[in-house]
Structure formats: structure tokens, C-alpha cells
């Protein structure tokens, strides 16, 4: 008998298979583009309320977007001046009820965000939240009203094409900085064994 069978199974239930938590089907809500609601403006604020699930594993974030963004989430910020950035929000939830906001500044136009974040759980699951008319809107980041869709021209119409797409697993290792999930060679088998990516 072989022992490859085995050692799948025994990798399937460490969470060492890159397949293991991207089940077809299992992608992310389509993020909307917003930032209809204020033309003349060419700084707007977007907000959401983020509950983070128990057994948070990882939590990356992509934005998109026309001008330069700053995230605030709970007191910390992060910046990008990319029009396709990511970022890891892992070590910046908290249990509970966690406050997000983007600020999007353009140059000469009113800016529009696109926004999505993957909220694992490993084998618990996952969720998506992703930039709707859920969201509220402003332009001085205390007055807020119902956010507005933004209706880009044709070629940005899919603010996250499928090659910007990442998978549960790899998706949260480019967040560490890394280019892949971890090289099987770097993983110490028994004598007579090996590592293989399948």
C-alpha cells in the first residue's frame, strides 16, 4: 500500500492542502465601486462595521481605487497612493464590533473605492465583505449618509479581475510578505518521505 494516500489525508487534516479552504464556489461576493454620491468632492470617506468572528485566523484586504487611500480601523492607519493594494488587517481586529473607514483622496476629480476583505476561519469557514450601498458616506468623516455606487468606465468595470484573485491560503502569505504559501521543501519529513505540492 502506498503511503501517499495517507500523508494526503494527513494534510488535508493539518490544513497543509492549498486547496483546503478555496472549495469551488467558495469566492468572494463581487465588491461594487463607490463614490457616486459627492461629485464636486475630491476627498470622500467610506464606513463599515466590521464584526470579526471568533477563531479569526486571517483577515487580508484588497482595495481599489482612483486616488490615494487611508484605512483607519480601530485607531490604526494604513496607507497606499496603488490603485490595487493589500493589506493584512489581522493584527488590527478586535473581538466584537470593529469600525472601519477608507478615505480616498483624488486629484482633480471625485476618487471611487472598490473594497474587499476575506475574514478566515481555516476549517471554520469563511466570509467576504466587500464595498456595497450597505456602506455609509461622507465628505468630512462625521457626517454620513448611504453610500452611492460609482459607475466606472468599461475597462475598470471589475474592480478585482480574476488575476488580482488570490485563494485563502496563498492570499494571506502574500499579506506576510511572501510570495507562496510555504515551499515543501523547507518542511523536515521522516527519513524516506517527502513533501510534494499537489
Known amino acids: 500500500m502506498s503511503a501517499r494516500p495517507f500523508f494526503r489525508a494527513l494534510a488535508l487534516l493539518l490544513g497543509l492542502n492549498l486547496g483546503l479552504v478555496c472549495a469551488a464556489g467558495d469566492g ?41 487611500v487611508l484605512i483607519q480601523l480601530n485607531g490604526s492607519e494604513l496607507r497606499s497612493t496603488n490603485r490595487l ?28 473605492v472598490a473594497f474587499r476583505v476575506e475574514l478566515n476561519r481555516g ?13 455609509l458616506a461622507g465628505t468630512d468623516g462625521k457626517n454620513w449618509s448611504p453610500a452611492k455606487p460609482f459607475k466606472p468606465a468599461a475597462g475598470d468595470a471589475e474592480p478585482f479581475p480574476p488575476s488580482a484573485a488570490f485563494d485563502a491560503y496563498n492570499g494571506w502569505r502574500l499579506a506576510s510578505g511572501a510570495g507562496a504559501a510555504t515551499p515543501p521543501e523547507s518542511i523536515q519529513t521522516l527519513p524516506g518521505f517527502r513533501v510534494e505540492l499537489i
Do not use: C, M, Y
Open 28 to 68: 468572494p461576493t463581487r465588491a461594487e465601486w463607490l463614490g457616486g454620491g459627492f461629485p464636486n468632492a475630491t476627498r470622500q470617506f467610506f464606513r463599515r462595521d466590521i464584526i470579526a468572528p471568533p477563531a479569526l485566523l486571517k483577515a487580508v484586504a484588497h482595495v481599489a481605487s482612483s486616488g490615494d
Open 123 to 135: 476549517l471554520a469557514g469563511r466570509e467576504w465583505i466587500v464595498s456595497d450601498t450597505n456602506w
Open 85 to 112: 493594494a493589500e493589506f493584512d488587517l489581522t493584527p488590527l481586529l478586535q473581538p466584537g464590533t470593529n469600525r472601519l473607514t477608507l478615505a480616498v483622496t483624488g486629484t482633480n476629480k471625485a476618487p471611487h
